[in-house]
């Protein structure tokens, strides 16, 4: 069968795409350094601007079941990616150059890895969603190891490939399991396969689909598929791992989010105590290890990690809640993390590059970076969901009201003990930015990385000064 392609629909992958293939071509033929961190700018703002003519569209479509489709779901998503990935590229520009990455080679595999995050938001069958996790993982390695005479990126790089060939192999034969009892690949046909499945045919189905879970598991870094994070974290170059918490984990919840509620709806009490468990054991392990934490990156690691339990907590509904509401909840926490994390990482980026990776570096940070030290400081109130990180509070009381609903008071009960433990690290953190310090010393920020920051500072401002901005957003994005 031959099936028509509506460019339109793909626009902001393939622009993506291609913009990766150009920026290595032109690395390729001595294009000067210093212009492919721009180039690379203005393919993502090209591919954000066509987001707009694509959406509502579909394509590789078979009767009524289509592969891509760009749906509102797959607009929001879209957008945290994109917006997040102009970050990343900012930061990025002054760590190439410290750390002496080839940057040709650095922004193909960041665009590459990108086009895979965008297809995720985008896939609607198991072969488009399998492809297009390997398409967000496989640079990733390279990114992380480019520091090619650094022992703990590469290191860092060898626990990221293992755990990711793990869960690839765990994710397909998961796909296999539930391709053999619906005959289906198309999610909405799958959703019909498992909604007519023979009694003697379920407990095949509920292991395909646990095992899929857990593929995606590793993907978002939630407990006991977690332990690659905080190594890689801090192995990696800081815009990588930036990218990794927010583009990465935002793709990979977009792909979760689509295969349960999409496709898996109809076994929904099964995969939802699975989940529900799943949810509050990774924020309780996510808080109660950053506690720990003396290393600023490692704290943001295990804070990501936390950030996952809360995200999975609307889908440990099953089916005590509509899909409707699974989606708006988890899609809304989402976009409201990107903002918090991006901003919190764009600030220990441009502070270490003095070298500063401790928490304790930053005491007196007010002193030396006054602008700085208010920005952290609001993004980690925003973490914390404490006013005025109103933005924050209002996650936590989107995934609050969607676990009550699913009928998982007891998890609701667990998210409110853990949102207590984060108050003490995140407001720590924050209060020693305001301490005072003997020597504090003056931290310049270039323009690229004041460029990041603020913009993720506003970005933080406008959604906690009206955050229905997003809950709306996510509300609309949801069919």
């Known amino acids: 069968m031959i099936q028509s392609i509506d460019y339109l629909a793909i626009l902001p992958t393939l622009i993506v795409a291609v913009g990766s293939a150009v920026v290595l071509m032109a690395d390729a033929f001595d294009l000067p350094q210093r212009l492919t961190g721009p180039v690379t700018i203005l393919v993502l703002v090209a591919a954000s601007v066509a987001l ?3 959406h509502g569209r579909t ?22 990616v994109l917006l997040a990935a102009i970050v990343v590229v900012l930061l990025s520009h002054a760590e190439t150059r410290r750390s002496a990455l080839p940057p040709g080679e650095y922004h193909f595999l960041l665009l ?5 995050a965008l297809l995720l938001a985008a896939g609607r069958d198991l072969i488009t969603l399998m492809v297009a996790l390997e398409t967000l993982s496989l640079p990733v390695f ?28 765990v994710t397909l034969f998961g796909i296999s399991l539930v391709y053999g009892v619906t005959g289906a690949m198309y999610l909405d046909r799958v959703a019909t396969g498992l909604a007519h499945l023979p009694p003697d045919l379920k407990p095949v189905a509920a292991a ?27 192995g990696a170059p800081l815009p990588v791992a930036a990218f990794l918490s927010v583009v990465s984990k935002a793709g990979g919840f977009a792909g979760l989010t689509l295969v349960l509620t999409v496709g898996f709806w109809p076994l929904g009490g099964t995969w939802g105590p699975v989940l529900g468990v799943l949810s509050a054991v990774t924020m309780t392990l996510g808080n109660l290890l950053a506690l720990r934490q003396r ?46 994390n991006i901003g919190a990482f764009a600030v220990v980026t441009v502070v270490a590059r003095r070298g500063r990776r401790e928490i304790a570096d930053y ?39 969607a676990a009550i609903g699913g009928a998982a008071t007891w998890l609701a009960v667990i998210m409110a003990v853990n949102t207590v433990i984060g108050l003490y690290y995140y407001l720590g953190w924050a209060a020693r930015l305001f301490s005072p310090a003997e ?40 069919p």
């Open 52 to 54: 707009v003519p694509g």
């Open 439 to 478: 020597r504090p010393g003056t931290i310049r920020v270039g323009r690229a990385g004041g460029i990041a920051v603020a913009l993720s500072l506003a970005g933080a401002v406008v959604v906690s000064v009206a955050p229905e901005l997003v809950l709306h957003a996510a509300a609309l994005a949801v």
């Open 295 to 340: 290393d600023a990156v490692r704290l943001l690691a295990w804070s990501s990690v936390a950030q996952s339990g809360y995200m999975l907590a609307p889908l440990a509904g099953g089916s005590h809640v509509r899909p409707h509401e699974w989606m708006t909840a988890t899609a809304a926490y989402v976009a409201i993390y990107a903002i918090m």
């Open 142 to 169: 390279a990114l992380v190891a480019l520091r090619r005479h650094d022992g703990v990126a590469s290191e860092a790089a060898l626990k990221l490939f293992l755990v990711s060939v793990v869960s690839s192999a």
């Open 112 to 116: 590459a890895a990108l086009t895979g």
């Open 363 to 401: 005491h007196g940070l007010a002193r030396g970076n006054p602008g700085l030290a208010v920005a952290m400081a609001f993004f980690l109130v925003c973490l914390a969901g404490l006013p005025p990180g109103v933005m924050g509070l209002f996650a936590k009381i989107v995934v609050f009201r």
């Open 208 to 234: 395909g689909i646990v095992l899929v879970i857990a593929g995606f598991g590793f993907k978002v870094a939630a407990v006991p598929f977690h332990f690659w994070a905080p190594d890689v974290y801090q």
């Open 59 to 80: 394509t590789f479509c078979t009767g009524k079941s289509c592969s891509y489709v760009a749906d509102d779901f797959t607009t929001l998503f879209q957008a945290i």
